[in-house]
T-cell receptor
Framework: KAGVTQTPRYLIKTRGQQVTLSCSPI?????VSWYQQTPGQGLQFLFE???????NKGNFPGRFSGRQFSNSRSEMNVSTLELGDSALYLC????????????????FGPGTRLTVL | AQSVTQPDIHITVSEGASLELRCNYS??????LFWYVQSPGQGLQLLLK??????LVQGIKGFEAEFKRSQSSFNLRKPSVHWSDAAEYFC????????FGQGTTLQVKP
């Protein structure tokens, strides 16, 4: 079974631009979560989508948004990029369940490395 | 507050030596705990998880972890480290989202 895929793997943008990252979950997984990884802040949860609905959200500004499609693929968008948005963005998928962030296992993709100049 | 602490930022061990990476969590409910490993430039790979039951869990690549509720710990162990184990290791607790520790970088000396 194919793993979680993320595109693109690398991205360079300039301040003020916007960016869209894509994540395709493992087949059969309905939950997709996004995380930001930086050297200073470590791994931080952005949001989770399940059945096309945002089910959980971390403490990030509104410039960070996402969505999920009917095939469970998810996109994350960052508008008005800032230098501090440079990070590795990781997507994780899981089976999901009836409870928010069900206690199932999250499997991670390779990440998208975003550099903001 | 919910949190995960990995006290050791960096650990160096000799190849063939045993390894223990420490993890302490703070969470009021039953913890669901994970260890992930990340090689440079890569995503996170699941090593093992604890949901319930036996407090000693086995994972991939010869790793195991022991859940100790009284100590709020979930330490990762391996009896004999291989050079390919050099990577960054993350402990996480599932609170409805994963909360990660800051990670421990493992260096393996030949």
């Amino acid at each position: 079974k194919a793993g979680v895929t993320q595109t693109p793997r690398y991205l360079i943008k300039t301040r003020g631009q916007q960016v869209t990252l894509s994540c395709s979950p493992i087949s059969g997984h309905r939950s997709v979560s996004w995380y930001q990884q930086t050297p200073g802040q470590g791994l931080q949860f952005l949001f989770e989508y399940f059945s096309e609905t945002q089910r959980n959200k971390g403490n990030f500004p509104g410039r960070f948004s996402g969505r999920q499609f009917s095939n469970s693929r998810s996109e994350m968008n960052v508008s008005t990029l800032e230098l501090g948005d440079s990070a590795l963005y990781l997507c994780a998928s899981s089976l999901g369940g009836t409870s928010g962030g069900a206690r199932d296992t999250q499997y991670f993709g390779p990440g998208t490395r975003l550099t903001v100049l | 507050a919910q949190s995960v602490t990995q006290p050791d930022i960096h650990i160096t061990v000799s190849e063939g030596a045993s390894l223990e990476l420490r993890c302490n969590y703070s969470y009021g409910a039953t913890p669901y705990l994970f260890w992930y490993v990340q090689s440079p430039g890569q995503g996170l790979q699941l090593l093992l998880k604890y949901f319930s039951g036996d407090t000693l869990v086995q994972g991939i690549k010869g790793f195991e972890a022991e859940f100790k509720r009284s100590q709020s710990s979930f330490n990762l162990r391996k009896p004999s480290v291989h050079w390919s184990d050099a990577a960054e290791y993350f402990c996480a607790v599932d609170t409805g989202k994963l909360i990660f520790g800051q990670g421990t970088t493992l260096q393996v000396k030949p």
